[in-house]
């Protein structure tokens, strides 16, 4: 009998704790889903109402009861705001000058981070310290030097002194940020550096020995060894770069305020509307654009502008999830 009691005992204890277990890990699921679920809101959220705006009748907009679907569905905003941007051209300009950065971006901090990875020399860990320190110095405190510099562009003083001139003026071109590209200097290089840096040491030495012994040299077995092993950290950089490149307002703001490039156009998208819609829409009783209108487009120029990066995130988001985990950014 006491044999029996104790096994029942036992077996109500064992299922009291599967019970405790089971609600421990379902309310754990239901935060967690929650938890997921408001992040993604709020990440969606611009998105989906830009959208909204994009298919929003002008009519719809004065209407009380309309919240995020349209009653009254249109692509003239979009044809407008693609007409505004003059958009197709503009994309086209914007992808070439992007690529090529990106492209001399992620060569030279392959170069840089692999230099500072595996060659160790007298000062590498202070030029490797000023390198990090690129990372945290805010860009507007470089933006007096760098436009100076490049307004009088001049390697060693050899052009005065050949000319007499100053130097080059580079303004209002793209040769400033292939410049910094091609010498990591660029935007976000210090970070892009990092992360081949840290990739770089987590690889075996003996890889470089053996290549070493096969008469490889130090350029050889970088691009024929060591650049081949190095795709996880190559994605990432790219796509960082392409990202951040796209969407930058510093460098073409500074270098390049005359250039046809994406985000300068959606910066003064506000002004160009203001000045076309009463042309293609019709004046208001004023005599000026419908704001709310103006603001309507806006958003609407903004989402044509997002597009291209959205659809490369649908393309490459597997792969740059596992890129990430296998660099050395989380090691």
């Given at each position: 009998m006491a044999t029996a009691r104790t096994a029942e005992n036992t077996a109500t204890k064992f299922n009291?704790?599967?019970?405790?277990?089971?609600?421990?890990d379902m309310l754990y699921s239901i935060f967690r889903y929650v938890l997921i679920?408001?992040?993604?809101?709020?990440?969606?959220?611009?998105?989906?109402?830009?959208?909204?705006?994009?298919?929003?009748?002008?009519?719809?907009?004065?209407?009380?009861?309309?919240y995020m679907i349209p009653m009254h569905f249109t692509f003239d905003n979009l044809k407008l705001a693609k007409d505004l941007l003059n958009y197709w051209p503009l994309l086209g300009n914007t992808l070439f000058y992007v690529v090529v950065?990106?492209?001399?971006?992620?060569?030279?901090?392959?170069?840089?981070?692999?230099?500072?990875?595996?060659f160790k020399f007298p000062g590498s860990n202070i030029l490797f310290t000023l390198v990090i320190l690129t990372i945290l110095?805010?860009?507007?405190?470089?933006?007096?030097?760098?436009?100076?510099?490049f307004r009088s562009f001049d390697v060693l003083g050899i052009i005065h002194a050949i000319t007499g001139k100053e130097g080059v003026n580079l303004l209002n071109s793209y040769w400033p940020s292939i410049i910094?590209?091609?010498?990591?200097?660029?935007?976000?290089?210090?970070?892009f550096i990092y992360i081949f840096r840290q990739f770089f040491i987590g690889l075996p030495k003996e890889i470089e020995e053996a290549a070493l012994i096969d008469g490889a040299g130090g350029i050889r077995t970088f691009f024929q060894i060591m650049l081949p092993n190095a795709i996880p950290p190559m994605i990432t950089v790219i796509l960082f770069s392409f990202v951040w490149t796209y969407n930058d307002t510093f460098y073409t703001s500074l270098?390049?305020?005359?250039?046809?490039?994406?985000?300068l156009k959606i910066a003064s998208l506000p002004a160009d509307t203001s000045q076309f819609l009463p042309v293609l829409m019709g004046l208001g009783t004023s005599g000026q654009a419908d704001p709310n209108y103006v603001a309507l487009i806006v958003?609407?120029?903004?989402?044509?502008?997002?597009?291209?990066?959205?659809?490369l995130y649908l393309f490459v988001q597997r792969h740059f999830v596992e890129s990430v985990e296998r660099t050395g950014v989380v090691g």
């Open positions: 009291r704790h599967k019970l405790r277990n089971k609600t421990v679920i408001g992040i993604s809101f709020i990440i969606l959220y611009p998105i989906l109402t830009k959208i909204s705006y994009a298919l929003k009748d002008k009519q719809d907009i004065y209407n009380p009861t309309i950065v990106m492209l001399l971006q992620t060569a030279s901090c392959a170069l840089a981070g692999y230099g500072f990875a595996r110095v805010p860009m507007s405190t470089l933006m007096v030097p760098m436009y100076l510099h910094t590209s091609a010498t990591a200097n660029g935007l976000k290089s210090g970070l270098f390049m305020s005359e250039s046809s490039l994406m985000p958003d609407t120029g903004i989402l044509l502008a997002i597009i291209p990066l959205i659809v």
